[in-house]
Structures are given as structure tokens and as C-alpha cells.
């Protein structure tokens, strides 16, 4: 082939891999960008996985054409095209949060940040074509689906009758549905385990403080909330994770993951030997005593299966009798979700709109809760009503402007990782493999929730998880298995979910409808 002339590319479950394979045949990031821009013409209308789109992702591609041109050393993401949730600051586009409220289009206001939030400049500096942003369910509030959204519902790209996970919604069908090549989802409780295990793909939680997350509308910014990719394999998912961690001014309490990341980049584990030897502790009701139905316990123990041929040892319940279990408090109203750490939303939200620039349209709670009248977020109604069962949450809520008392949280989170840190060590665990739901995803409108195995725990616990595709149900939805360790211990998950997928590989394009 001449070599001005550009191999054919297919975008369908592109990676890294193949985006880079193709900009060394001479295909540009322009290219590559209008083809994902097509394909989101096409399947987006009934898909909903984006709500804005951005005017700029041409100019943005075109750049990086030049500085491919030019002879520049460019990164793996560098033209490569991406999503970014709808709750983060892009500057120049609105910050919806899902609501209405915050919507011109819908009726309210527009929150247009000045700036960005500090993980969408790392991927704007990791020279990243951010094609546009995803839909949510009002302020992420629900980890199950984007029913609420003003911008209507976002189907499930592999399963288009269930739930598409919540709260990245978005994200997570339009990298199932091939719309992008990765994104970038939020979680407070399963907002990223969710949405990837529901459409069967790779998602990392991390470590609480590895990620910033300023600039991204909070539920518990000062407590749960953390960022992170969702991608179709392991591979860029650990790349984009590369881009996304470490410390920032703009988020102080990024500099506990100083000195946390691993030497070479979280690819420098990835190893198809990288659970020989392992021990991993699997899912009983000593973690939870919420049993799998039947279909999930059969989907598990053929996992059990694969991970054991790798060379691993399981270890059956490891947290039984240990008062793990017993930590957990639902809150009232909520299916099996503790929402503890959510108290802090308040102050977490009057740092996010000092943020947001003098040109803001709402700089303040107060102004905030008067744009929002209509549909108080705290009111009988409102959809983070809850937590008001939350002794800590009322007097956050009367004075939002003051460093709040979270001393009854962090004794909750220190119980958490003290039982966890003594179960592993007791049982020289590397880490824990549970399927990621307990049964199979409910309809899309039957108002019923996901049942999930890790979410609060791991969330309130801080610690980090990594979601991989396992198989499917008879249905054909998605299931997916979580691998769970130490905080920190991101590489090494990332290298276990490698060597699973590759030996593997449950991951398989959906056939979109429409």
C-alpha cells in the first residue's frame, strides 16, 4: 500500500491499539473523529448517550494533525476521540448535571464554567478529541439509569430493554455502542461499576484521592466521589487512568496519592501470568448477606473456573465472622445503599460553584437553591431527600459555607479498612473477585434498581475496583466480575483483569438496533 494512501479503519470496538495503527498508516485524527461523528449521527437519536455535543472536536483533531505532522512525540490518547460526563467542568459548555434546572434547553439555567475540571484538562493535555458529553440521571442521584434526565432516557447499548447502569449512563453506551473509543465516568455508589458491568465493559474505580475530582458536580466530593475510565478493555483503561491520576493544587487531598502510583504506568502489570499464584478472596455473606440468584451463581462459578486455570487459589468468604458485614447501615428508602458520606454534599457543592468562574450564572448554594426552587434536591421530593435520615447532614445543610464535621464518617471508613486490611492479611489475600451484580439487570422503565455486591462498601471504604466482562445471561445482558484490593492497588488489579480478559475474552460488540 502507498504510503500516502491511509489503511481502511473500522471504529467498531476501536482501542488505543487501533487508533495508533491507524495514525501510523496516515489516517488523521480528523479522520477518525468525523467517522465517530458519523456514527453518533446514526445511532445517537435513539441510543441518547451524548446530550452535547462539542463545536470544537474538529479544530481539536486538526490540531493534533499538525502536531503529528510536525514530527511531535504524541501520547497514546492524542487524537484519539472520547467522552466525558456530563457533570464535569468543560469550559465553555453547559454543566447540566441532568437536571432540568440546569439546563437552558430545558427551561433553566446554564452553568458554564470558565475552566476545566482538572481531569478534562488532562485529557485535553493528553490531546484527547472530547467529542461531546453524557447523560446522567438528576445530579447522578440514582446508580441504575438515566430515566430522569431532561434529556430523556439512555439505553443499554448490549442489553437495549434493562437498565443502562447509572449514573454514567452516558458514557458507558456510547463506548459500548462504539460512539467513542473511552470515556470518562464519576462514581459516588456505583456510578462506574455500575454502567460498565451492565454493558459489559472495563471500568476502574480508584482509590479514593488518587483522581481529582474539583470541578465535577458532587454528590460527596469530600468523601466518596472519584473519577475514572470506562473503556472497552483493560489495556485503555489503564492507559486513560495514567492520564487521570495524581496530585493538583486545585484538589488538595490529591496529595495522598503521592508516591502511590506505580513505577512504568498502571499498563506495567498487565501480564497474562498475572494470576498465577494469586489468592483472591470470592463473594459470600460474610461481605454481604445478600445471596446471587441462581443464573449469577452459576455465571460465577464458571469464572471461578477460568480464574483458577490461570493458576490462582480462591478463598471461600474470607469476611465471615469478622463483623464486616454488620458495618453496613441502608438508609431508609434506598435499595440496600448506604449513603453515609453523602452528608457532605452541601459544602462539596458551594466549593463547585465558587469554582466555576465570576461569569457563572449561580456562585452560590443560595442562589443555587433558588434556581432549583421548583424541585428542592433536599425538599419531601427532591431526589437526594435521604439523606436527611443522615444525623451529620442537617447542620451541613443549615451552614454549607463551613468546613463540616465528618468525624462520624471517617470512623465508619476506618472500621471499613481496618477489617478489610486484617481479612487479607489474615488470609494472604491479593485481593477479592466477586461478580459485580447478584442477579441479572431489571427492565428499563420497571422502577426497580441494580443489585450489586461492592457498591458503599468499597465507596465508603475508599477503596479501588476494576470491572471485566465475564459472560452474559441467557437474556444476553452483561455480566461482569470486579476485582477488589488494597487501596492503591490499582496496577495490580488492572494486571489480574488483563490476564483474565485475554484469556477470555467475554467482550463482544452489540448488535445496536435502529
Not at 491511509?6 to 468525523?34: H, K, N, Q, R
Not at 468468604?317 to 441502608?330: K, N
Not at 466555576?356 to 434556581?371: M, Q
Request: charge should be negative; glycine fraction near 10%.
Amino acid at each position: 500500500m502507498d504510503a500516502k494512501t491511509p489503511a481502511p479503519f473500522d471504529v467498531i470496538e476501536m482501542t488505543l491499539a487501533d487508533a495508533a495503527e491507524a495514525f501510523a498508516s496516515g489516517v488523521s485524527a480528523e479522520a477518525l473523529t468525523l467517522a465517530f461523528l458519523d456514527r453518533i449521527a446514526t445511532h445517537n437519536p435513539r441510543y441518547n448517550a451524548l446530550i452535547i455535543m462539542n463545536p470544537d472536536a474538529l479544530s481539536d483533531a486538526r490540531a493534533i494533525d499538525a502536531r503529528r505532522a510536525a514530527g511531535e512525540a504524541l501520547g497514546p490518547l492524542a487524537g484519539v476521540p472520547v467522552v466525558i460526563k456530563d457533570p464535569m467542568d468543560m469550559a465553555g459548555l453547559p454543566t447540566t448535571a441532568g437536571w432540568r434546572c440546569l439546563s437552558a434547553r430545558a427551561g433553566g439555567v446554564d452553568l458554564i464554567p470558565e475552566t476545566d475540571a482538572p481531569v478534562v484538562a488532562r485529557m485535553r493535555a493528553a490531546g484527547c478529541v472530547m467529542l461531546g458529553k453524557t447523560n446522567v440521571p438528576v445530579l447522578s442521584a440514582t446508580g441504575s439509569h438515566a430515566n430522569d434526565s431532561w434529556a430523556g432516557p439512555t439505553l443499554n447499548s448490549a442489553a437495549p430493554g434493562s437498565l443502562p447502569g447509572g449514573s454514567s449512563a452516558g458514557t458507558a453506551t456510547a463506548v459500548g455502542a462504539s460512539l467513542a473509543v473511552l470515556g470518562l465516568a464519576e462514581e459516588t455508589g456505583g456510578s462506574i461499576q455500575n454502567p460498565a458491568s451492565a454493558q459489559g465493559l472495563v471500568g476502574i474505580k480508584p482509590t479514593f484521592a488518587l483522581v481529582p475530582n474539583a470541578g465535577v458536580v458532587p454528590l460527596a466530593g469530600s468523601t466518596r466521589d472519584v473519577v475514572g475510565p470506562i473503556a472497552r478493555c483493560v489495556r485503555d483503561a489503564a492507559l486513560t487512568l495514567d492520564v487521570l491520576a495524581g496530585y493538583t493544587p486545585a484538589d488538595p487531598k490529591t496529595v495522598a496519592g503521592i508516591g502511590k502510583r506505580p513505577k512504568g504506568g498502571y499498563a506495567s502489570r498487565l501480564d497474562t501470568e498475572a494470576l498465577r499464584g494469586r489468592r483472591l478472596g470470592l463473594y459470600g455473606p460474610g461481605w454481604r448477606d445478600l445471596p446471587l440468584s441462581a443464573e449469577a451463581t452459576d455465571l460465577y462459578a464458571h469464572a471461578q473456573g477460568e480464574i483458577a486455570a490461570r493458576g490462582a487459589t480462591l478463598v471461600a468468604d474470607p469476611f465471615v465472622e469478622t463483623g464486616f458485614a454488620a458495618l453496613a447501615r441502608p438508609t431508609p428508602g434506598l435499595n440496600h445503599f448506604d449513603a453515609r458520606g453523602m452528608e457532605s454534599v452541601p459544602y462539596d457543592l458551594h466549593l463547585y460553584l465558587q469554582r466555576l468562574g465570576p461569569s457563572a450564572a449561580l456562585r452560590s448554594v443560595e442562589a443555587f437553591a433558588d434556581a432549583t426552587k421548583d424541585e428542592d434536591a433536599f425538599g419531601p421530593n427532591g431526589v437526594l431527600r435521604h439523606l436527611h435520615a443522615i444525623p451529620a447532614f442537617a447542620p451541613i445543610l443549615a451552614h454549607p459555607t463551613s468546613p463540616p464535621d465528618l468525624s462520624a464518617f471517617l470512623t465508619l471508613r476506618e472500621a471499613y479498612l481496618a477489617i478489610f486490611d486484617a481479612v487479607l492479611e489474615a488470609n494472604a489475600l491479593d485481593g477479592l473477585v466477586f461478580p459485580q451484580m447478584r442477579d441479572e439487570l431489571p427492565p428499563l422503565h420497571s422502577g426497580q434498581a441494580i443489585n450489586e455486591t461492592t457498591v458503599c462498601e468499597i465507596n465508603i471504604a475508599g477503596l479501588p475496583g476494576v470491572t471485566v466482562p465475564a459472560g452474559f445471561y441467557a437474556s444476553g445482558a452483561p455480566f461482569n466480575l470486579i476485582f477488589v484490593g488494597r487501596m492503591w492497588s490499582e496496577a495490580d488489579l488492572l494486571g489480574y483483569a488483563y490476564d483474565y480478559e485475554q484469556a477470555t475474552h467475554h467482550r463482544r460488540a452489540p448488535a445496536l438496533i435502529g
